[in-house]
């Protein structure tokens, strides 16, 4: 399973930007999808995430700022940012839960990151 991201780049505080991530290749079920966030020296942070049902969680940090969504095309979901802040500067990866088709073994993978910058 393959992870493509796309939509981050430069904006300004305030401003708001678009993440949008899709995974492709042969898997039985798609579990949940999210974003995580990496920070240069610091923890990996758990941005948000959606389950297949729909229930999403946030961190505390963008709850009310950040949304995170399905889109119709099978394993796709978006990241909405909204009043973006200097601090929400990083590299930005999106990630899938997934069962393997022979196995139904439970897989996390992870895309190539996207980078968020937030500056004025």
Known sequence: VQLQASGGGLV???GSLKLSCAASGGMFSSEAMGWYRQIPLRQRELVAS????GYTDYA???K???TISRGDAKNTVFLQMNSLKPEDT???Y?????????????IRSFGRGTQVTVSS
């Open 12 to 14: 300004q505080p305030g």
């Open 50 to 53: 959606i389950t297949s049902s």
């Open 60 to 62: 505390d940090s963008v």
């Open 64 to 66: 009310g700022r950040f």
């Open 90 to 92: 990083a590299t930005y």
């Open 94 to 106: 999106c990630y899938i839960v997934y069962l393997q088709e022979l196995n139904l073994r439970e």
